[in-house]
Nanobody, 120 residues
Framework: QVTLVESGGGLVQPGGSLRLSCVAY????????MGWYRQAPGSQRELVAI???????YYADAVKGRFTISRDSVKNTLALQMNDLKFEDTATYYC??????????????WGQGIQVTVAS
C-alpha cells in the first residue's frame, strides 16, 4: 500500500511560480512511473508531466518549457516546479504513482489533490 501526500499549492499571480511536492509513504520498491495530473472544474483529469523510472520525462504541450518534474528516489519524493504560471494552469493537481502489483499487474495510487489558483 502506498500513500501520496501533496503540498505546496496556493494562490499565485500570472507569471509567478509555485513548487508542488509529493511524499510517497509505503513500499515504493516496485514503482514504474510517477507523475502529476490536474483537473480543472468541468474538465477531465489530464496529464501534466510524468517521469518513468529509468526513462525520460514527458510533459504535456501546455506546460512544456515552464514546468519541471523531478524525483528523489532516496526520499521518495516527487516535485513539480511551475514557472510562468498562466490563468489556465488553475486546477487541482494530483500526484500519481504506478507500481508493479504483486501478481505483475499495474497498481495506480493517487494523492488527495492540491489546489493551484492563478489569479491577478
Amino acid at each position: 500500500q502506498v500513500t501520496l501526500v501533496e503540498s505546496g499549492g496556493g494562490l499565485v499571480q500570472p507569471g509567478g511560480s509555485l513548487r508542488l511536492s509529493c511524499v510517497a509513504y509505503g513500499d515504493m520498491s516496485r514503482v514504474l512511473v510517477m507523475g502529476w495530473y490536474r483537473q480543472a472544474p468541468g474538465s477531465q483529469r489530464e496529464l501534466v508531466a510524468i517521469i518513468p523510472i529509468g526513462g525520460s520525462e514527458y510533459y504535456a504541450d501546455a506546460v512544456k518549457g515552464r514546468f519541471t518534474i523531478s524525483r528523489d528516489s532516496v526520499k521518495n519524493t516527487l516535485a513539480l516546479q511551475m514557472n510562468d504560471l498562466k490563468f489556465e494552469d488553475t486546477a487541482t493537481y494530483y500526484c500519481n504513482s504506478v507500481n508493479r502489483g504483486p501478481e505483475g499487474g499495474r497498481q495506480p495510487y493517487w494523492g488527495q489533490g492540491i489546489q493551484v489558483t492563478v489569479a491577478s
